[in-house]
């Protein structure tokens, strides 16, 4: 059997642990992150071309189930690989961690996209701690307040004028997370709703101190995918795919 993960996230590592010498597992990562933590199991990094050139990966290389453990807000790959796999008649899952439930106390303000979390700045304070990522700064270019951007890689892309660049890379401690806040004085957190629990501490670090969390909502699974909730829910459906009875 073999099994293609599409992702370099904790969640798809994990599996990729999981299935490795029960089946032939290929794991593919998009290559935007300079050192990515590697999971077991064959590599390939880079892009496929699209939907079309995806399906014809998974014809060429006999693969026999698809699972997209990609970051919960990487729309286009996920989108690509419903449309791969369905034109390839591959059995495709979704691997997606529970996103993030707000508790007694939290400030939470859900927006739809980067765009909404920028123009909702107005009032809420004139130093944000934002942790988008590095591929959607620009979203907030035009936004006078001033920022501490934390990325795994340096950004190059445009960004807002007064911005303090953090490069480091999860998990983040709680004690950590409260000390970062305070020493940069920090008013407002913009953040996606990754889920998880390697950045967490933040939303906690921010209730504690009365900071509210501008929370980009997370785009939906394509229709008709079916989702697991973790690595060994994942790992579950592989093992009942045709041709999960052979490792190749």
Same mark, same amino acid.
């Given at each position: 059997?073999?099994?293609?993960?599409?992702? &370099?996230?904790?969640?798809?590592?994990?599996?990729?642990?999981?299935?490795?010498?029960?089946?032939?597992?290929?794991?593919?990562?998009?290559?935007?992150?300079?050192?990515?933590?590697?999971?077991?199991?064959?590599?390939?990094?880079?892009?496929? &071309?699209?939907?079309? @050139?995806?399906?014809?990966?998974?014809?060429?290389?006999?693969?026999?189930?698809?699972?997209?453990?990609?970051?919960?807000?990487?729309?286009?790959?996920?989108?690509?690989?419903?449309?791969?796999?369905?034109?390839?008649?591959?059995?495709?899952?979704?691997?997606?961690?529970?996103?993030?439930?707000?508790?007694?106390?939290?400030?939470?303000?859900?927006?739809?996209?980067?765009?909404?979390?920028?123009?909702?700045?107005?009032?809420? @304070?004139?130093?944000?701690?934002?942790?988008? &990522?590095?591929?959607?700064?620009?979203?907030?270019?035009?936004?006078?307040?001033?920022?501490?951007?934390?990325?795994?890689?340096?950004?190059?892309?445009?960004?807002?004028?007064?911005?303090?660049?953090?490069?480091?890379?999860?998990?983040?401690?709680?004690?950590?997370?409260?000390?970062?806040?305070?020493?940069?004085?920090?008013?407002?957190?913009?953040?996606?709703?990754?889920?998880?629990?390697?950045?967490?501490?933040?939303?906690?670090?921010?209730?504690?101190?009365?900071?509210?969390?501008?929370?980009?909502?997370?785009?939906?699974?394509?229709? @008709?995918?079916?989702?697991?909730?973790?690595?060994?829910?994942?790992?579950?459906?592989?093992?009942?795919?045709? @041709?999960?009875?052979?490792?190749?």
């Amino acid at each position: 059997m073999h099994v293609l993960i599409l992702g &370099g996230t904790t969640e798809a590592r994990a599996l990729a642990g999981l299935l490795h010498g029960r089946a032939r597992v290929t794991s593919s990562l998009a290559g935007r992150v300079a050192s990515p933590r590697l999971p077991v199991g064959e590599v390939r990094i880079g892009g496929f &071309g699209g939907p079309e @050139g995806l399906a014809a990966w998974l014809r060429e290389h006999a693969v026999d189930a698809v699972i997209d453990a990609t970051h919960p807000f990487a729309e286009r790959i996920s989108f690509n690989a419903a449309r791969a796999a369905a034109t390839a008649h591959v059995p495709l899952l979704a691997l997606r961690r529970p996103g993030w439930v707000p508790v007694d106390g939290d400030d939470w303000r859900s927006v739809a996209s980067l765009e909404e979390a920028a123009r909702s700045l107005d009032g809420l @304070g004139d130093r944000v701690f934002l942790t988008t &990522g590095r591929m959607g700064l620009a979203a907030f270019e035009a936004c006078p307040q001033w920022f501490l951007v934390r990325s795994v890689d340096a950004p190059d892309t445009a960004a807002p004028a007064r911005t303090e660049l953090l490069l480091d890379r999860g998990p983040f401690t709680l004690e950590g997370e409260r000390e970062l806040l305070a020493r940069h004085r920090i008013d407002v957190v913009v953040t996606k709703d990754s889920g998880g629990a390697a950045t967490a501490p933040k939303l906690t670090a921010a209730r504690e101190a009365g900071v509210p969390v501008v929370l980009v909502r997370r785009p939906p699974v394509p229709d @008709g995918v079916t989702t697991a909730t973790s690595p060994e829910e994942a790992a579950a459906w592989a093992a009942t795919r045709p @041709g999960a009875s052979r490792a190749r």
